[in-house]
């Protein structure tokens, strides 16, 4: 449960005045954000309550209002809240899509991941052009809406100083965190380039546990079970990640749908270089990459245990081979006037065997 500030409780009650049908989402970090509905327009609002340190408060409204891009949320409005001097609320459209990790559980398609980073990639563009690094970017950050992928958080945005090309960095998302970041807390443009990374990779289909026990060794796992406190728990698993972070072993490429193809693990490797000097050091580059590796490769996406592409001669289904008792082996079949047929000689077999068969 959230536990909600008696003021932000109050400025809730003032707004029921032009709003209505509150919804608390308690996902995000960085303050309080509810769903409503106006009144009048019927309009889908977020309203975001923060508080922050002092002369630094602000700056997430501010950053948010100063960026054009169809790839960032727009802010319709930022108010204090009454009669507090700590907190103060922004009021944005709400996205109903949901954020990236709902997309990502429903498993997209390569190229409809491929063009989701593309717009993250335009959206971090802009807010480099500003001068400022966004420090945070995660899936449960990048919102949907009507297919546009759009960066929703500012609250770890920093704006450099003139002649800077560093600030501290966050402690939030310590799995998103570059491996860099943790003996130095500095935070460059390569940062953001490494989180891109991260996102590309489990957009793509890679699996990243949110849940840190899922990374510890069995000796760690002893570790944790004899510790009896909380903190010293959370501490552990922050130094568990740290070290695979570090070592570049959070990202499992096995774990990546067959259709991935070598380039586009390339890119994730170059993206997420533990070494910041080895990482591909803009994000022209990135959209370089990008772009090519989705002009190479058909829009291979998941059906259940199937695998479905759309191809110039109908579309194309490979299911788990019924005569083959080994994974991974498929039968192909192609849509016709009278529903799906075997592909006449293809005979069964890997993902890649049959692609490169019917010239996918």
């Known amino acids: 449960m959230c536990r909600i500030p008696q003021e932000v409780q109050d400025e809730l009650t003032n707004l029921s005045q032009h709003y209505e049908g509150f919804e608390a989402n308690c996902r995000g970090a960085n303050g309080f954000l509810y769903f409503a509905v106006n009144r009048l327009t019927r309009q889908h609002v977020a309203i975001k309550f923060y508080s922050g340190e002092p002369g630094r408060q602000h700056d997430e409204p501010r950053q948010l209002a100063s960026i054009d891009s169809q790839n960032v949320l727009p802010i319709h409005e930022a108010r204090m809240v009454s009669g507090s001097s700590d907190w103060a609320f922004f009021i944005t459209p709400r996205c109903s899509e949901g954020d990236l990790d709902d997309l990502i559980a429903s498993r997209p398609s390569i190229h409809q991941a491929l ?9 971090v ?6 001068s400022m690094l966004h420090r945070d970017l995660k899936p449960g950050n990048i919102v949907m809406d009507k297919g546009v992928p759009r960066i929703a958080d500012f609250g770890s945005v920093r704006k450099l ?3 800077c090309t560093e600030t501290t960095a966050t402690r939030h998302s310590i799995l998103y965190r570059p491996p860099e970041t943790f003996a130095s807390s500095k935070y460059t443009l390569l940062g953001d380039i490494y989180q891109i990374g991260m996102v590309t990779y489990q957009l793509l289909g890679g699996i990243l546990h ?8 069995r000796a760690e796992r002893k570790r944790y079970d004899s510790i009896d406190n909380d903190c010293d728990r959370s501490l552990l698993i922050d130094d568990v990640i740290r070290m695979r972070a570090e070592a570049g072993k959070l990202i499992y490429f096995d774990s990546l749908p067959p259709w991935v193809t070598n380039s586009a693990k390339s890119l994730i490797r170059q993206t997420t270089n533990p070494d910041p000097q080895k990482r591909l050091q803009t994000i022209g580059d990135v959209v370089a990459g ?6 190479e490769v058909a829009d ?6 199937n695998i479905i592409v759309q191809s110039d001669k109908g579309q194309v289904e490979l299911r788990p081979s019924l005569s083959s008792a080994e994974r991974d082996v498929y039968s192909a079949y192609r849509q016709g006037a009278n529903g799906f047929r075997r592909v006449s000689g293809v005979p069964d077999g890997s993902f890649k065997e049959i692609a490169k068969k019917l010239n996918l």
Not at 115 to 123: A, F, N, R, T
Not at 210 to 217: E, F, Q, R, S
Request: glycine residues 14%.
């Open 290 to 295: 990008l772009t090519r590796i989705r002009s």
């Open 115 to 123: 063009d989701i980073v593309l717009g993250i990639c335009h959206g």
């Open 210 to 217: 949110y849940d840190g026990k899922d990374y510890m060794t």
């Open 161 to 163: 100083d003139v002649g």
């Open 125 to 130: 563009s802009t807010i480099h052009v500003k």
């Open 300 to 305: 291979w996406k998941w059906d259940g245990q």
